[in-house]
T-cell receptor, first 115, second 111 residues
Framework: ETGVTQSPTHLIKTRGQQVTLRCSSQSGHNTVSWYQQALGQGPQFIFQYYREEENGRGNFPPRFSGLQFPNYSSELNVNALELDDSALYLC??????????????FGEGSRLTVL | EDQVTQSPEALRLQEGESSSLNCSYTVSGLRGLFWYRQDPGKGPEFLFTLYSAGEEKEKERLKATLTKKESFLHITAPKPEDSATYLCAAPSGGGADGLTFGKGTHLIIQP
């Protein structure tokens, strides 16, 4: 069974640039969620994708966008990067789009630094 | 606004010294309370789901309990490999609104 994989693991960007982060979900999982984790904080929900559509979103501006592909893999895109976007970006896959089971399978994250 | 608050922020214990971590929540219509473990530089790893007051779950040296307003993660006779950040979380709002996580408790077990 293949777990959740994310790429790249680390990257450095400058303010105003754009970034794309990628995630392959765990085998058999059709739902992908993205979280932002700032240093010393808990993960914060960005959005969720199910059947290639965004079906839930946290309190993040529109410059955070995403995609889900037919194989359930996903991308997170962030435009017009700001210094506060520096964080660990976590992808999590699950068997269903509801969070009632709470069992999310997280990747190891992409560490983004914005200078 | 749904909130999940964890205490203490950090805890240092000697190997074998038992203790408890606290998670208090203000979530309307709670649909579960979840515990995760996060090692440095890694993503969170699911530990437990608790659904109703009085429920308990155990895994090795860890036991999670739930009341109407808070949850506890009890660690019995911990070992250095139990060192990690422990996160609790609850579903936000309804449907696919993600999980609201606390800031976590950073636990260090000294040999």
């Amino acid at each position: 069974e293949t777990g959740v994989t994310q790429s790249p693991t680390h990257l450095i960007k400058t303010r105003g640039q754009q970034v794309t982060l990628r995630c392959s979900s765990q085998s058999g999982h059709n739902t992908v969620s993205w979280y932002q984790q700032a240093l010393g904080q808990g993960p914060q929900f960005i959005f969720q994708y199910y059947r290639e559509e965004e079906n839930g979103r946290g309190n993040f501006p529109p410059r955070f966008s995403g995609l889900q592909f037919p194989n359930y893999s996903s991308e997170l895109n962030v435009n017009a990067l700001e210094l506060d976007d520096s964080a660990l970006y976590l992808c999590a896959s699950s068997l269903s789009p509801t969070e009632d089971t709470g069992e999310l399978f997280f990747g190891e994250g992409s560490r983004l630094t914005v200078l | 606004e749904d909130q999940v608050t964890q205490s203490p922020e950090a805890l240092r214990l000697q190997e074998g010294e038992s203790s408890s971590l606290n998670c208090s929540y203000t979530v309307s219509g709670l649909r579960g309370l979840f515990w995760y473990r996060q090692d440095p530089g890694k993503g969170p790893e699911f530990l437990f789901t608790l659904y109703s007051a009085g429920e308990e779950k155990e895994k090795e040296r860890l036991k999670a309990t739930l009341t109407k307003k808070e949850s506890f993660l009890h660690i019995t006779a911990p070992k250095p490999e139990d060192s990690a950040t422990y996160l609790c979380a609850a579903p936000s709002g309804g449907g696919a609104d993600g999980l609201t996580f606390g800031k976590g408790t950073h636990l260090i077990i000294q040999p």
